[in-house]
């Protein structure tokens, strides 16, 4: 099957964590048994910033971040996530993702749905009312 989903960050931090609902856990099971994960470039900068993370939880994420396909901050990402900011009141990384996914015509998997909602254009899917 094609890539149809790019993953927020919180969504792949939950999700290594182990800490969805059983029925999202799933949800997210069938996601990388029908593509490899595709993040953002702002995901894989928040995922290497992650604070908290333990050792473990550092070589989870850089194995994670190998076996996904990570979307670079290309000019019409560029363009996309100005004219976000330009329409809405979102932080920029947030605005970067979202772009990503509107260029790359792809649904974004988020749990922080009410940042993302009011963008028009933009396929969003919560896990855990998947």
Sequence with gaps: MGIKYIWDT????YYLQQQFPPLAEK????????ARPVISAITE???????????????VLQNFIYDALVIEL???I????????????IKLPDAIIAATAMVYELILV???VSDFEDIEGLQLINPWDA
Excluded: G, Q
Excluded at 10 to 13: H, P, Q, R
Excluded at 27 to 34: G, Q, R, T
Excluded at 78 to 89: G, L, M, P, Q, S
């Design 74 to 76: 290309e000019k019409p």
């Design 78 to 89: 560029k363009y996309k996530t100005a004219d976000i900011r330009k329409k809405h009141k």
């Design 110 to 112: 988020s749990r922080n």
């Design 27 to 34: 949800f997210m099971d069938n996601l990388i048994y029908e």
């Design 10 to 13: 919180n969504t792949v931090i």
């Design 45 to 59: 900068i928040e995922l290497l910033c992650w604070k908290t993370a333990t050792e473990k939880d550092l070589k």
